[in-house]
DNA sequence: AATTTTGGTTTATATTATAAACTACTTTAT
DNA sequence: ATAAAGTAGTTTATAATATAAACCAAAATT
């Protein structure tokens, strides 16, 4: 049967931010917007949601004197995305 | 690169209602409503919007003396789905 | 020293999803 | 015959969400 959507992955945005925090390391605040295509003000938000759902570690710190957000997806926030994709994939296969 | 996801699929009831009209020739209402695990309104709502998009054509008619509301899926939504499909994959695959 | 740029956050607004309330008719029970 | 309950939905109000506009502080540029 048809299996519920996270709905805080259920999103363009933060699932794209998901699933490039799955591919790397870590990444910076103006990675995540360029590559993800978004405002500053929309991807604050989002992380801000992710992080409180425990799905990534939002990190604040400075790079010499500018603001450095660095961003990186938790154990949880692997688990979740697994979950999502497998549900997901009862919507789409077939 | 990340693809846009139309908005119009990306919707949990929307999209499990295009998934199960994808599998069968026509659908009635209350079967809709069944296996989505919908209100009725909220599934009245997002059938029109469907519709309205040309992605499904709904036919009222009666069957005895009730009301029989019947979708089915077009040659517009199926691409429509297809295309989702394909650009939902950059964000789970890998 | 004024202007622009960088790296964000906060807040207001627009959009969307969802459920509650309602309509219109039918079936069943009294 | 009529009241109560059920069926098949639609309309509308509300809650939740997404998005962008406005803002802030510091740094770099002209």
Redesign the pocket.
């Known amino acids: 049967m048809l299996k519920d959507l996270d709905?805080l992955l259920h999103?363009?945005?933060?699932l794209g931010v998901m699933s490039l925090l799955l591919g790397v390391d870590s990444a910076?605040?103006?990675w995540l917007k360029e590559k993800t295509n978004?405002?500053?003000?929309?991807l604050?938000?989002?992380?801000d949601?992710l992080s409180e759902a425990g799905y990534i570690e939002v990190v604040?710190s400075f790079s010499?004197?500018?603001?450095?957000?660095t961003c990186k997806i938790t154990k949880k926030g692997i688990k979740a995305f697994e979950d999502y994709v497998n549900n997901l994939k009862g919507y789409i296969n077939n």
Not at 11 to 14: A, I
Not at 38 to 42: E, Q
């Open positions: 709905p999103s363009q945005l933060r910076e605040f103006t978004s405002t500053a003000g929309n604050s938000v989002q992380l949601k604040k010499g004197k500018k603001p450095l957000t």
